[in-house]
């Protein structure tokens, strides 16, 4: 496996055009009255990576839906080597040597991997066994340094092993492009940056590779040429060698996110949460004997770091009611809640930001308004003895729409399915933080948004916290964590291997005690 070279000057190598929209335009039934994108230009070339950057809603997973066959168009022309082409499904694309990696992984959990493959063939398993099928993804995996097990049942499998697994399924088809959407989005920094070699290492094969990202350090850790696309249109191309952070920040976002955020002190020792010796159902050999113990004041910023898969989901979904303790106490304002219901946390006031914002976050079918009052339909001024308030629901919507900054085409025609992670996510920080709750479990609550997103999240938590709510924060991005709280504590195979003030955290031990090396002095 070659490592990272310098990104090549595309333009002067010449390198084949392989893929090329020209004049793209794509409208969707009840969207405004304007395209989600206007009359695009933009082609990948053999043996490059292309990116595509650009904020939430701009049309970045559009365009390759539309490239790969899974969207149609409502305008333009697509060309594959010079020549026109009609792509009316995800088939045609592999046909024509064109494969999407998506940022919401599409793999059937319990299947495993060759399993998996196989459902997009066309033969059986009768003429094409399975055998065949698991030694092929050893052969890719093996020539890709993608290291997963064709056998492995895909729910076994961490969030980066997964996004390995959806990588080699469609190099199992040979295309000539790959469109990746999001890739990093569920990886480990260490994770993400071999990823940068694979995809390097493809390109340098001759493939064109189309890199689908909003993090303005990955287009610089891996790309040849950059596009940036703003509200469905194109700010213009350019060869990585010729532009620079400022610049491209400037076309995408406007505005960046600040390092630190200036907060006053916690006010009070009132314990809004306070966990004792909790053990996680499925935990019992995997943490610690004694179970995790930690308290958390009103009005302050507990923030949990940690690599995926080190007991976060667990405690997580043990302190929502979405999971059951197998001993324990969960002291919430002062109640036991060790075991109650999920409504039973929702009526006590605790808000929760779910990591798997599609599955647990909103119900994809039902409408945006829906969604928007999810949790308080049942309640005035929304509802009037079991008869919803439509008119209420739908002046509430507007107003977290409008104050979250989400691009919703129709609140009661739009289906939370069509719209992107980023905006979907908005919506849950709207719907889960208007009302000003005692106490917030936010996980990776700003995965999949853009700068001025991410920027006003902060501030958001920031005021919440000034209010007095109580924010358990979990997430992998250490800027994140160091930025926004007060104490930070690090999970590691389900126990807390450190706990500091935040003030003092150093990154460099914050990152030893994220990979298993703990500390007696930060021990808590």
């Not at 060759?114 to 066309?122: D, R, T």
């Not at 700010?235 to 006053?264: C, D, H, S, W």
């Not at 610690?288 to 770091?305: D, H, Q, W």
């Not at 979990?474 to 003030?501: K, N, P, Q, T, Y």
Request: aromatic share 6%.
């Amino acid at each position: 496996m070659p490592t990272i070279t310098p990104n090549s000057q595309i333009d002067q190598l010449g390198g084949e055009i392989l893929l090329e929209a020209r004049g793209i335009s794509k409208g969707f039934p009840g969207v405004w009255k304007h395209l989600i994108l206007d009359h695009i230009d933009f082609d990948v070339r053999a043996g490059e990576v292309h990116t595509l950057l650009g904020e939430n809603g701009a049309g970045k997973t559009v365009i390759a839906n539309i490239l790969s066959g899974y969207y149609g168009k409502t305008a333009g022309e697509i060309r594959v080597k010079g020549q026109p082409v009609d792509l009316r499904s995800p088939r045609d694309g592999l046909r024509h040597g064109i494969a999407m990696v998506h940022q919401e992984l599409m793999l059937v959990p319990a299947f495993t991997i060759a399993q998996n493959v196989m459902i997009g063939l066309q033969t059986s398993s009768f003429s094409f066994p399975l055998r065949k099928v698991e030694k092929r993804i050893g052969e890719l995996a093996a020539r890709y340094q993608l290291k997963v097990d064709p056998r492995a049942r895909v729910e076994d499998l961490s969030a980066g092993e997964q996004q390995r697994a959806e990588i080699l399924k469609v190099l199992f088809h040979e295309p000539e492009v790959l469109l990746l959407d999001e890739p990093t989005s569920l990886l480990t920094p260490h994770e993400a940056d071999h990823l940068f070699v694979v995809l390097r290492a493809m390109a340098q094969e001759g493939k064109g590779i189309v890199f689908i990202t909003h993090k303005m350090k990955e287009v610089f850790a891996v790309s040849d040429r950059v596009t940036v696309l703003k509200l469905g249109k194109t700010q213009g191309t350019q060869p990585i060698a010729n532009t620079n952070e400022r610049e491209l920040t400037r076309k995408t976002f406007g505005e960046t996110v600040p390092e630190y955020m200036e907060r006053p002190p916690v006010r009070t020792e009132d314990k809004a949460i306070d966990v004792k010796n909790l053990v996680p159902q499925s935990m019992e050999n995997k943490g610690p004997a004694l179970g995790l113990s930690f308290e958390l004041r009103k009005g302050e910023i507990l923030g949990f770091a940690g690599v995926a898969g080190n007991g976060q989901t667990e405690l997580i979904e043990c302190i929502t009611g979405l999971r059951r303790a197998e001993r324990g106490e969960i002291i919430m304002l002062g109640r036991n809640m060790a075991n109650r219901s999920p409504r039973a946390f929702i009526e006590l006031g605790v808000a929760h930001i779910p990591e798997r914002r599609r599955e647990m976050g909103v119900v994809e079918p039902m409408f945006v308004a829906e969604n928007v009052v999810l949790k308080d339909y049942r309640k005035a001024p929304f509802s009037n003895r079991s008869v919803l308030n439509r008119k209420e629901i739908t002046r509430h919507s507007k107003e977290l729409v409008a104050r979250f900054n989400a691009l919703v085409p129709d609140l009661w025609e739009t289906e939370s399915r069509i719209l992107s992670g980023g905006n979907i996510q908005r919506l849950i920080l709207g719907r889960e933080t208007w009302q000003r709750p005692p106490i917030i479990i936010a996980s990776h609550p700003t995965e999949g948004l853009d700068a001025k997103a991410i920027r006003h999240t902060w501030e958001l938590f920031l005021a919440l916290r000034e209010n007095g709510s109580a924010i358990l924060l979990v997430s992998e991005d250490l800027d994140e964590i160091m930025s926004l709280s007060d104490r930070i504590g690090v999970l590691f195979e389900g126990a807390i291997v450190g706990l500091v003030d935040a003030k003092s955290a150093d990154r460099e031990q914050l990152g030893r005690w994220m990979a298993g090396g703990a500390s007696e002095a930060g021990a808590p």
